[in-house]
């Protein structure tokens, strides 16, 4: 008899016993892992956007054509993170520089005092 009492209340007694504490390392590790999570995220859109501001800024700088389009393409390229040795920048410099000297000729050419002037006679 006594021993089906213990049995009996055995599992009560437990019951009664003060409740381990509450440990708080898996909620940290949850909360780590999803903080992790959202900071991949996060790099992952920003990481997408400067490849889509690159890609925009690269065809920019392929469209420009005249010496206005091109000087302005160049800062738009340089803010959005294109490098400077990219190929679409070394093309837009080339012709950013032909661009020039053409207006230089032209200016020159166009200047010549009449007596500098060549004349037929």
């Known amino acids: 008899m006594m021993l089906r009492a213990f049995l009996f209340l055995a599992p009560s007694a437990m019951a009664l016993q003060p409740m381990k504490p509450v440990s708080y390392d898996a909620f940290e590790l949850a909360a780590a892992e999803a903080l992790k999570d959202e900071l991949r995220a996060n790099y992952q859109k920003r990481a997408a956007r400067e490849r889509s501001m ?9 469209a420009a054509q005249t010496l206005d ?3 302005a393409a160049l800062p738009l390229a340089d803010a959005a993170g294109l490098p400077a040795d990219a190929p679409e920048v070394l093309a837009a410099i080339a012709r950013r520089d032909r661009a020039r000297a053409t207006e230089e000729r032209n ?9 500098t002037r060549r004349r037929r006679h």
């Open 69 to 71: 389009q091109i000087e």
């Open 107 to 115: 200016a020159v050419a166009t200047r010549r005092p009449e007596s």
């Open 54 to 62: 690159a890609a925009q800024a690269a065809d920019a700088l392929d």
